[in-house]
């Protein structure tokens, strides 16, 4: 026997593809728009949702017999501002022209719609472990997402991938640029975001006919 058993292997699968928090649930849209110009910046959002999303759930499952109900949201918000706050130091400590450049979105982190989701949907009636893994499966089917449209934006819009030029020189007109090849600079703007998250979700939908009906 694994690991994980089939039930608990779904937590962590599910939200890759069938209930993805962005493209199935269409939740975490603003952080799409806004980060995703740079693969560098979605890759570390990623993270960051990962850690915030997988031990925000993990404490609030073993808090959720304690919480009074009335107060659960501010609870909630209290233990996802910490989980944020140190994400925020270890940005500053470690990549801080990064941290600069993430800057507000870091923090806006706090009021994502799938942390949240995640905590009353799940973590408030679920133990530590299942709880875990659901926060770790959604965090990762939303920083896929995001790799993804991050991938194609920087790429297209600025000819490099992690700050490297992937397809030449557009000032020496070496590699694509020596045949005519220009960047497009509008997938540097949040609308493109939107449009490559809505042709990943008519690709997605595509290949499930399933989830045309059930959305």
Known sequence: ?????KK????????????????IQVLGICSALAITAQLKASIVMAISVIFVLGIGNVVI??????????????????????LV???????????????????????????????????????LGNGPWRSFLDGI??????????IIVGFFRELLGSGTLLGFKVLGDPIEKTGLYAIGYENN?????????LIVVGIIIWVQRSK????????
Do not use: W
Not at 185 to 191: A, D, E, V
Not at 208 to 215: D, F, M, V, Y
């Open 1 to 5: 026997m694994g690991l994980l058993s």
């Open 8 to 23: 608990d292997s779904k937590l962590i699968l599910d939200p890759l593809a069938d209930n993805n928090p962005i493209t």
């Open 61 to 82: 499952s073993l808090m959720r017999n304690v919480i009074p109900s009335k107060i659960r949201i501010i609870v909630q918000l209290v233990v996802v501002a910490a």
């Open 85 to 123: 706050i140190i994400v925020d130091q270890i940005l500053k400590a470690y990549a801080y022209t990064l941290s600069k450049e993430l800057s507000v979105f870091i923090g806006l982190i706090i009021t994502n719609c799938i942390i949240m989701g995640r905590f009353e949907a799940f973590a």
């Open 137 to 146: 499966g959604n965090a990762l089917g939303y920083g896929v997402i995001l």
């Open 185 to 193: 600079g509008f997938m540097l703007l949040s609308p493109m975001a």
């Open 208 to 215: 499930n006919k399933a989830l045309i009906e059930e959305h």
